[in-house]
């Protein structure tokens, strides 16, 4: 498996922490990509609103998953709003699962 593979196995692993439910299902991450020379893991992340409450807490989650990685010394979050987050960005499995919890997607 490739780095860049494992960080996004490790990324399914993150929750939004007001809903069970992984970054990479929400649609939140935009973009990832492993700098091999730098041992450094560049993301570009969107979030479902501007507001949003646990935006410290998911980029912190997502450093943690990141970094537990032994080929990962270093991770780079850039916040965009471009393309902004609309139900639209849901993976089918998270859409699924808001469902089950009585959230109307």
Known sequence: MTVEARLWEALRHVEDPEIPVSVVGMGLIVSLAYVE???RADLRITF???????????QDDI?????????????????VWD???T???????????????????
Do not use: H
């Open 37 to 39: 020379s730098e041992r």
């Open 48 to 58: 479902t609103a501007m507001g949003c409450p646990a935006m410290e807490f998911i």
């Open 63 to 79: 450093r943690d998953a990141l970094l537990a990685d032994p080929d990962v010394d270093g991770v780079d979050i850039e916040v």
């Open 83 to 85: 393309p902004v987050w």
């Open 87 to 105: 139900k639209d960005r849901l993976r089918d499995d998270a859409r699924t699962r808001m469902r089950e919890l009585g959230i109307a997607v």
